[in-house]
């Protein structure tokens, strides 16, 4: 009953005081996934809170080295005001999910959500296409 197919996994914000471990434990978490039979999507994350962009840039090392599908949640949100982030630069900014609004579509949340969902899609049509 709870088998999934995939998981996303979005992790860093809360690791930037805790580099030196961050990627081993992505590595537990990758490794338990896919031992369990669940393909992980990786994710960027929107702030660059450690200053040097490290988090996303092992992110993106352990979905090439994995061969994992990236969604690059990053640079969905750079063209946002502040980048889809609040003025502490840590939360995103929040709009309900109105996807044909121009104006809540201002605001990262519906691009995390909505990007969430188009990256679960491009997943799902190539595994159907290609099986």
Do not use: C
Not at 29 to 38: A, K, P
């Amino acid at each position: 009953m709870h088998k999934p197919a995939f998981a996303f996994i979005l992790l860093g914000t809360n690791d930037v005081n805790h580099q030196e471990v961050f990627e081993a434990d992505a590595r537990q978490i990758l490794d338990y996934l896919i031992e369990q039979g669940v393909v992980p999507i990786l994710a960027t994350k929107a702030d660059n809170l450690e200053g040097d962009h490290s988090i996303n840039a092992t992110i993106s090392h352990l979905a090439e080295e994995y061969d994992l599908p990236l969604w690059n949640f990053w640079l969905a949100v750079q063209p946002l005001p502040d980048h889809g982030l609040q003025g502490d630069g840590i939360h995103l900014t929040w709009a309900s999910n109105h996807f044909d609004d121009p104006v809540r579509m201002q605001a990262a949340w519906p691009w995390r959500n909505l990007t969430a969902l188009q990256t679960l899609d491009f997943i799902w049509q190539a595994m159907m296409t290609h099986p």
